[in-house]
């Protein structure tokens, strides 16, 4: 996909994300049938925030105890830095 489609679809999402979120119709499924396109969009995006602070402490506490649970396990994953890392 040229840079300048890519810039044309993350605009897109962000005018829509906005839209619902000004018609409090959020959340939201879009479905992406390409992991390569999910990842652009999702990176494209780094500031558009979905979740409220309050939303943001219940995701943080499902992934500590998460990973207490995990210990010693598979607590160096890396989807498991990387889904902290996205909150």
């Known amino acids: 996909m040229s840079r300048n489609n890519q ?3 993350a605009n897109l999402w962000i005018h829509l994300i906005g839209l619902l979120k ?3 119709l959020l959340p939201v499924v879009a479905f992406v049938f390409s992991k390569k396109r999910c990842e652009e969009y999702a990176a494209s995006m780094p500031n558009t925030d979905l979740c409220t602070a309050a939303e943001k402490s219940e995701v943080h506490i499902a992934i500590d105890r998460s990973l207490t649970r995990l210990k ?4 160096s994953l890396l989807l498991c830095i990387f889904l ?3 909150c």
């Open 84 to 86: 902290n890392d996205q």
């Open 22 to 24: 000004k018609k409090e």
């Open 7 to 9: 810039t044309k679809d």
């Open 72 to 75: 010693g396990k598979v607590t």
